[in-house]
Nanobody, 116 residues
Framework: QVQLVESGGAWVQPGGSLRLSCAAS????????MGWYRQAPGKERELVAS????????NYADAVRGRFTIPRDNAKSTGYLQMDSLTPEDTGVYYC?????????WGQGTQVTVSS
């Protein structure tokens, strides 16, 4: 069983930046693709960004492209979501996930609030 622990959520003013972390309890983290979803109040969960296990492919939602990046450090079994130029529309609970064939794991979520 793989555990994913997110951290880094906070309150931030519009225009600010945050870096979310997703630490995995597995040494084979490099074999997992991973990504981030978010869920705003009253809205469905949406995919924000994803990165393949080989780090060759990265995908971003249109709403965050150019503002967010999704680096990962396989040596630390940790993935990140770097969020810049935040807007109130980025407010929500952010969840990381890790997948490989036949396996899917989710973190517990971390709250991001963007307001003045």
């Amino acid at each position: 069983q793989v555990q994913l622990v997110e951290s880094g959520g906070a309150w931030v003013q519009p225009g600010g930046s945050l870096r979310l972390s997703c630490a995995a309890s597995v040494f084979t983290f490099s074999s997992y693709a991973m990504g981030w979803y978010r869920q705003a109040p009253g809205k469905e969960r949406e995919l924000v960004a994803s990165i393949g296990s080989g780090m060759l492919t990265r995908n971003y939602a249109d709403a965050v492209r150019g503002r967010f990046t999704i680096p990962r450090d396989n040596a630390k079994s940790t993935g990140y979501l770097q969020m810049d130029s935040l807007t109130p529309e980025d407010t929500g609970v952010y969840y990381c996930y890790a997948v490989r064939p036949g396996q899917e794991y989710w973190g517990q979520g971390t709250q991001v609030t963007v307001s003045s």
